[in-house]
Every structure is written in structure tokens, then in C-alpha cells.
């Protein structure tokens, strides 16, 4: 599946160049299923790239990467069980690490708000969507975050209010925001419809 | 800008070429308090004319009983070191800016490595301070030629982060040992001479840190320089800078308007359009471009002179 090129909209809606080689330097990688091909391509450009780097896999084995081996391969199921790890590799980490994230909205938002919080500058991020555009979504009331959103608006799995899905994205919480549709004339709610990209 | 008049309540010699100063107001009342890395300009009347150079504190940003600056007499300035060595003493009024801040800390980093090279010192004393009130992890490098040559020694607490390197001694401080191994999420600060400005940019890029984790000050006072003239276009009158006076200065004491902060090429504030140049623009300011310098229209007027037949400016 080819990079996914998004309409253009606010300033702060996240937008992904794609993954572009910083050589040899030590590098942290997370992708799920659709970005591991991303990384294959990655590594097809630049086969240094992979030297000094961890690659974290969520919700795929490690077939997904094809023949690319990095000096360490970890998998994990979900960004849950991948949290902890991820975290692990950028504490411990040194100034000129370079992060690799590919995939979905949801998987790069979280990735890099936790990069964020390591104190990696978003700017130097290397992003690039593949598969779903489902997104990851924070109702701006209760704060519970809904992943995998498809469908504007949506009901938060939290509170169960029937939210609008903003282009207005959080750095800090790598989540778009979602605002109550129908606080001014409860009940009446627009026709559901497909997030596009 | 807004100004307060306060007294000189303290003059020390710290080393041969360095004092230290420290200000306080005449009533005793409280100073508004500052950040880490923020400096003030101090008014030098002489004669008709207002020298005005800026200073970083060194002092606690968080305490308003008084101000504190640190001086290097520069024999080869333009006069402003050496009127505040040999004219300025206890007991007497002076006149200075609130501070403002162009080399403050980044609070989002998770580490903060501070490099300061001889004089350049003087804004990691207020930083480091903050940085110890703010429990933020950090390490200290101060470089100087000779154990007495460096003021800074005697201002600095004894801490493990701190470190002084003296050349000297034998011991000049070694960039990539400093700077390699650094976790994520260190910013590093560096003040002093270009030479070690542009030695600790080319390292980090060498590294591959971000650039916006790479922060400097090269804060000095404008040189002196041959005299020139030139041209206010509004009004058509011409100025004359002197050997010993800025452009800046020799505008202000021809009562053109100006704007100005920092006095030193590095905020931007008195940046001015050139409208006609036969000649060259000798550029001391770190504001403009590389681009911009060689285009020739634009000027700031703090840092920079000029050697050829006509300079007008769009003032």
C-alpha cells in the first residue's frame, strides 16, 4: 500500500513527509502491519539504515519487515503491550537518535507523544502513513481517548457523548480532538459519514 | 524602553580584567525579577553623548533586593568596559534597562548542558540558578586560559556537574568527550567566543542533534572602527559615527529616531533598511542572514559600519 497523501487542512494537522534515510545512526522504529512496508522500502533505499537500529513491531510477527534484518526485532500486539518497551528504548537513548514511525494516525500519534515527552522535537520525527486512516480521538470532555475511529461523528467509548471529529491535534497526547456535536440542540445529530482522508 | 535609576551598592575586582557590580534601589524597594540568561543595557553618559552596553546578570533571577553584572575591561572597545572599570564606583547613581531575555532555557528539555567560554560565563550564573530552584538536571563546562584570568571560578558553586577546564593547566576542554553520549532530550547552551559558538554547532550537527536543541549567545559589545558618514534619508541629513561610537549611538545622539534592545546583534529590534550603499557594509550582528549580509540592504545599526562613499538609510 503507497503512502497516504492527506487534503490539505489546519495548521496543526499533523502532516507525514515519509520516511527519508539519516544513515547509520542509531534509530528507534515502530510501525504496525501496513508501516512495516514502509520500513522495507526505508531499508531498499538504504540498506546502512538498519545498522544501529530497534524495530518494534505492534499487531504483526516479523514477517511483515520481509529479508530486512535490524540489529534488534521486538514485537508486540498492541500499542499497550508496546508502551512500556518504547518507552524503555528512548529513555535510555542518546542525543542523534533518529525515530522512525509508519503506519496509522493512531499508531504515529501515540509514538510520537511519547518521543515528545522524551524530549525529541516533533520537527525531527521521520513519519509516514500507511493503511488505515482511522484516527485516534480524545473527547475534549471526559478525556478518555477512542481509538480507531472511522465515522464523523462518533459516540466516545468512554461517555458515551456523540462527538465531531476536529482536525485540531494534540502534540502532547498525539490525539485529534472530538467536541460534542450536539451540546446547543441535544439529539439532533448530522448523518454519520466516512472519514476521508 | 523603561528605565530605572538605581545606585551602585557594590564594586568588586574579580580578577585582573573583571569586576563585578551590583545595583539596588535607592529606596531599597524590590527589582522586578528575571529569568535565567536575561541581561540589562547600562546608560554611560560622557560628555554629550549616552554609551548604553548590555550586560548578563549573574545574579538570583528570583531576587529583587538588587542586580548583578560582571565586566571585562576590553582596552581595544570602544570605551564602554573601561568607563564602567575607571568611572563607576560605589555610591553612584546609575542608570539601567529591565532586563530582557534572548538566551533563555528551554524548560522542555529533560537535560541542559551549559558551555561557557572566558567571559561568557556571566549568563549560566543566573541560568544555573534557576536551574537549581527548578530541580532540573544540568552540567556546567566553563573554559578560560589561565586559573586567574577566570573570574567566573569564584562565582560558581563546587558541584560535581560543575566543571572547569583551564588550557593552561593542560586541561582544554574536549567537545566531543562533552557532548557524545548525551540522552535525548539534552539541550546544550553555549557563550563565548565565535570560535567555540560555530566548534560546538559543528559538533552536535556531526552527532545528528536537532538544530533546535542547539542554543548560543555571542554577546558583545560593538567594535570600534574607522569613522564613516551617513545619510537619513527622510530628513537628508548626514551623520558621522566616530572612531569610538556605534551607528546606533551616532544616530541617537542625532536625534534620529531608533528603535533598540540588546545593543549587541542579536535581537533584531534595530534593524534598518539600507536604501543606497557605494561601498561595503562590514556586518557584526548575528541577526542576519548570509544572504542578506551580501545583499547590502539591510543593516543593524548596534554592530554594524561601514567603509565606502555613501550609505543612506531608510530612517
Known amino acids: 500500500m503507497p503512502k497516504t497523501e492527506f487534503s490539505p487542512s489546519i495548521d496543526s494537522r499533523p502532516t507525514y513527509a515519509g520516511l527519508v534515510s539519516q544513515g547509520a545512526a542509531p534509530a528507534i522504529m515502530v510501525a504496525d502491519e501496513a508501516g512495516a512496508q514502509a520500513l522495507s522500502d526505508l531499508a531498499a533505499s538504504d540498506a546502512s539504515v538498519m545498522d544501529h537500529a530497534h524495530v518494534v513491531l505492534v499487531g504483526c510477527g516479523a514477517s ?26 528512548l529513555n535510555t537513548a542518546r542525543m542523534g537518535t533518529q525515530i522512525y514511525l ?5 499508531l504515529i500519534g501515540h509514538v510520537s507523544a511519547l518521543a515528545f515527552a522524551a524530549g525529541m522535537p516533533v520537527d525531527e520525527i521521520q513519519m509516514e502513513h500507511r493503511g488505515s486512516i482511522a484516527r485516534r480521538m480524545q473527547c475534549v470532555h471526559c478525556k478518555g481517548i477512542t481509538e480507531d475511529v472511522t465515522t464523523d461523528p462518533f459516540t466516545c467509548a468512554h461517555c458515551g457523548l456523540t462527538l465531531f471529529v476536529r482536525d485540531h491535534f494534540s502534540r502532547r497526547l498525539g490525539v485529534f480532538q472530538g467536541v460534542c456535536v450536539d451540546a ?8 454519520v459519514v466516512e472519514i476521508q482522508a | 524602553m523603561k528605565k530605572l535609576c538605581l545606585k551602585v551598592a557594590a564594586v568588586e575586582q574579580l580578577s585582573p580584567l573583571v569586576k563585578r557590580f551590583r545595583f539596588e534601589d535607592p529606596t531599597g524597594a524590590s527589582l522586578p525579577v528575571f529569568s535565567g540568561g536575561a541581561h540589562l543595557t547600562v546608560e554611560m553618559p560622557e560628555g554629550d553623548m549616552i554609551r548604553r552596553n548590555s550586560y548578563s546578570l549573574i545574579s538570583d533571577p528570583y531576587d529583587g533586593s ?10 581595544k572597545g570602544r570605551g564602554g568596559s573601561l568607563y564602567m572599570h575607571t568611572k563607576v564606583a560605589e555610591g553612584d547613581e546609575i542608570t539601567v534597562s529591565v532586563p530582557s531575555n534572548l538566551f533563555q532555557l528551554d524548560l522542555r528539555a529533560r537535560k541542559h548542558v551549559l558551555i561557557g567560554g572566558g567571559i561568557g560565563i556571566t549568563p549560566f550564573l543566573s541560568q544555573l540558578r534557576q536551574l537549581d530552584m527548578e530541580q532540573k538536571p544540568y552540567e556546567l563546562h566553563y573554559a578560560a586560559r589561565s586559573r586567574e584570568e577566570a573570574a ?12 572547569v577546564h583551564i588550557s593552561e593547566e593542560g586541561a582544554r576542554m574536549d567537545l566531543g568527550a562533552i557532548l557524545d553520549g548525551q540522552p535525548l ?39 570600534p572602527g574607522e569613522p564613516f558618514d551617513v545619510v537619513v534619508k527622510s530628513s537628508g541629513k ?10 546606533l549611538e551616532a544616530l541617537e545622539a542625532a536625534k534620529v529616531e531608533i528603535d533598540y534592545s540588546c545593543r549587541g546583534g542579536a535581537c533584531g529590534r534595530c534593524h534598518t533598511k539600507v536604501t543606497a550603499c557605494d561601498g ?21 545599526p548596534c554592530m554594524s559600519r561601514f567603509k565606502g562613499t555613501r550609505l543612506e538609510l531608510d530612517l
Open chain 2, 280 to 300: 561595503r557594509i562590514l556586518h557584526n550582528d548575528h541577526w542576519l542572514s548570509d544572504d542578506e549580509r551580501a545583499a547590502q540592504q539591510d543593516i543593524m
Open chain 2, 152 to 163: 567566573g571560578i569564584r562565582l560558581l558553586p563546587q558541584a560535581a556537574h560543575i566543571h
Open chain 1, 102 to 106: 509508519a503506519g496509522s494516525e493512531g
Open chain 1, 184 to 191: 446547543e440542540t441535544p439529539g439532533v445529530v448530522p448523518e
Open chain 1, 64 to 89: 511483515a519487515l520481509g529479508d530486512v534484518t535490524p540489529t534488534a526485532l521486538h514485537e508486540a500486539p498492541d500499542f499497550d503491550a508496546a508502551t512500556p518497551l518504547v518507552t524503555q528504548l
Open chain 2, 66 to 75: 538588587g542586580y548583578e553584572i560582571a565586566v571585562r575591561r576590553e582596552d
Open chain 2, 185 to 223: 532530550g539534552t539541550h546544550v547552551y553555549t557563550c563565548g567566543p565565535d570560535g567555540l559558538i560555530s566548534a560546538v554547532a559543528d559538533q552536535t550537527a556531526r552527532l545528528g542533534w536537532p538544530k533546535t536543541s542547539v542554543h548560543s549567545e555571542a554577546f558583545t559589545a560593538p567594535p
Open chain 2, 238 to 247: 548626514t551623520v558621522h559615527v566616530k572612531a569610538d561610537q556605534s551607528l
